[in-house]
């Protein structure tokens, strides 16, 4: 949050622009009492990037399916733990989601980084965790499902959460924007150079390297995109009581 309150304050000249996931934009301004900024104060340039949350858990948990899940979740009353890399992140609100739409309670355990999680779950802290499917293979995870609208290619027998009856999707995107106010004629520019590097083979090959799906928008359709998932969080944050403390 705090490159994109930098950002927000710049001079709309063209000069300062923010790469940002979801997080900062959609979710923070929401969650916290004093992000000081709302996503309307940036303009949208393009979307770069989108990765879908899965569902994942130790390959020595037990865990098979998300019904098995569910079943010790309930088993638990709310005891059974779920990691998150902190509090209002995408992370966490996506399990959150979850556990009130199934009606199966668990209790949240934010860390600070993804590899403090990893640890969590190797050690058998945490035996859950709703993230990126680049966490997976690297840690020896296995699928319980996918936040997505379909199947993931690299997850085939993982089914999607909508499958499974709850109308649920979540995922990280990665965009590019500007401070509002920047003149459209400059936010044209940049709009076209977005797509260009898109497109390039270095950008998809590093996007590879990473395992970060490239998914590209122009700035009309991105900008639906924000608004609606702006919206979208203030909506379960607010109506669930998710607001950072004081």
């Not at 340039?45 to 879908?52: G, L, N, P, R």
């Not at 997976?136 to 993931?152: G, I, K, S």
């Not at 995922?171 to 390039?200: H, M």
């Not at 990473?210 to 991105?222: M, N």
């Amino acid at each position: 949050t705090i490159g994109a309150a930098e950002v927000v304050r710049a001079r709309p000249d063209g000069q300062t622009l923010l790469l940002s996931t979801i997080g900062p934009i959609t979710v923070q301004p929401s969650f916290m009492r004093n992000a000081g900024y709302r996503a309307t104060d940036l303009a949208p340039i393009c979307q770069v990037s989108d990765a879908a949350l899965v569902i994942q858990t130790p390959r020595g948990s037990g865990l098979r399916t998300l019904a098995d899940l569910e079943a010790r979740a309930r088993a638990a009353g709310g005891a059974m733990p779920f990691g998150s890399t902190g509090p209002g992140t995408l992370t966490h609100l996506s399990m959150v989601a979850w556990t009130r739409a199934t009606g199966a309670p668990m209790s949240h355990v934010p860390y600070r980084t993804p590899g403090d999680v990893m640890f969590a779950m190797q050690q058998g802290g945490v035996a859950v965790l709703s993230d990126q499917p680049a966490m997976v293979r690297p840690n020896d995870l296995h699928v319980l499902a996918v936040f997505a609208p379909e199947r993931l290619a690299e997850f085939p027998d993982a089914p999607t959460v909508r499958e499974l009856g709850h109308d649920l999707s979540f995922s990280i995107w990665q965009g590019l924007f500007a401070p509002a106010g920047t003149p459209p004629a400059v936010l044209a520019r940049y709009e076209a150079a977005c797509a260009k590097a898109v497109r390039s083979a270095a950008f998809r090959t590093g996007m590879e390297r990473i395992q970060t799906p490239v998914l590209h928008r122009g700035a009309a359709e991105f900008a639906a995109v924000v608004a609606r998932d702006a919206e979208r969080m203030r909506t379960m944050i607010e109506e669930g009581g998710l607001r950072q403390a004081e």
